[in-house]
């Protein structure tokens, strides 16, 4: 089997508040449940057990991401690591769906639109106007960024557009410094990262669910091509989840 020359590892947060009551998220800034907390010292035990160890933790500035890495970091007794709080790992901004309960979206547009909202990669969901109390201008967590950067509403195409520098400028030279990094992130922040590093379709990244709590490590050549990539964890388990997130727009 041929070697990596450099591993990396992804996280999507736990199980949110909002993952429990099935509504679209997005920007919003809710908790982890007892079950998301559970999943984050899982996930910490796990990598343990597996003689994972990092250098420097990347996370979003959304609060179920940071509360995973803490609990992570925790049980890999790594809290004193370096974490770089960055907004451009964000979930994708879900736009005026943000706050709507996936089944009952479902049940008003139909499955497929919904579909295509959640999966498809150049279809944005309706925007936001800059009155919404939603709007990302009016949280002091984005004061700094400018108002071109403050999204409305993004289709994983934006995300990508949005992730993609922060991954070229600052992730990228610091995986060829040599350093283990675990990126703690998000369900379609992870998707944009996924569809860059492994090239793929616009078809085929409708079919890609990342299930929550769930380290995914990438072993990747001396270009940052990938080798491999493979969950931790128990297969059946992690498929049960992967189809879950797949299910949740399902009308009831
Ligand atoms: O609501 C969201 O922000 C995301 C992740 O929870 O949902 P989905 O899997 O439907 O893109």
């Known amino acids: 089997m041929e070697k990596p020359n450099y591993v990396i590892v992804f996280l999507r947060h736990g199980e949110s508040t909002w993952n429990k009551d099935n509504r679209f998220t997005g920007w919003t800034d809710v908790p982890l449940t007892e079950t998301g907390l559970q999943e984050a010292v899982d996930a910490g035990k796990l990598l343990k057990k597996e003689g994972y160890q990092f250098d420097l933790v990347y996370t979003s500035v959304l609060k179920r991401s940071l509360q995973t890495t803490y609990y992570t970091l925790f049980e890999l007794d790594q809290l004193y690591l370096q974490e770089i709080k960055h907004w451009r790992l964000n979930e994708r901004h879900y736009g005026a769906l943000q706050g709507l309960n996936k089944s009952e979206t479902a049940e008003k547009y139909g499955d497929e639109q919904v579909l295509l909202w959640r999966r498809s990669y150049s279809i944005p969901p309706p925007p936001l106007t800059k009155e919404d109390e939603r709007y990302p201008g009016k ?18 195409k934006d995300t990508v557009a949005r992730v993609m520098p922060l991954w070229n400028e600052e992730i990228v ?43 995914l490590v990438y072993h ?33």
């Not at 949280?139 to 994983?156: F, I, M, S, V």
């Open 220 to 252: 990747l050549d001396a270009e940052l091509k990938p080798i491999k990539h493979f969950y931790l964890g128990d297969a059946e388990e992690i498929r049960k989840k992967v189809q879950s997130v797949k299910n949740q727009a399902q009308k009831k």
């Open 173 to 215: 030279p610091k995986i060829k410094e040599g350093k283990k990094l675990l990126i703690s992130a998000h369900g379609n922040s992870l998707r944009a990262i996924v569809k860059y590093l492994d090239n793929m379709s616009e078809e085929d990244v409708i079919q890609l669910n990342i299930p929550t709590g769930v380290p």
């Open 139 to 156: 949280d002091p967590k984005y004061a700094e960024l400018k108002e071109e950067d403050l999204p409305l509403c993004e289709c994983l």
